[in-house]
């Protein structure tokens, strides 16, 4: 992993993802990092199921609720004042959402439960 000095510029992406998740399965860790709150799936219209919520901040894959989730898209910010722990942070915005099929690579790798991620 690269260590960058540069810390002035944040990419945040949004995405969902679907994990086969089987009733008594250790959901312990799957918390909203905004929130800290459980970050319980939720219903995507998109795909016809019920899918998490994530993020992508300069590489580092965390979980969302669906309220912080529906926050970030509409506002935008939240997540990095988080991430870097300033809530008064300025934010200007740009750039351009990645591919939603990148997050959901990276997303099923981090949630190795010994299950296969279901898309
Ligand atoms: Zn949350």
Known sequence: MNRHERCDIVETR??????????GDDV???????CEKPATAWWYA????????LADING????????CFTTEERDGGALIRKFWN??????TKGGAYGDIGEI??????IKERGNKPTN
């Open 104 to 109: 959901r690579d990276i997303a099923g790798a």
């Open 60 to 67: 580092q894959i965390v979980l969302l609720c669906e309220q």
């Open 14 to 23: 949004l995405g969902r993802v679907s994990f086969d998740i089987k009733p």
């Open 28 to 34: 312990s860790r799957d918390i909203c990092f905004v």
């Open 86 to 91: 300033a809530p008064d942070l300025k934010i």
């Open 46 to 53: 998109k795909r016809g199921r019920m899918a998490h919520g």
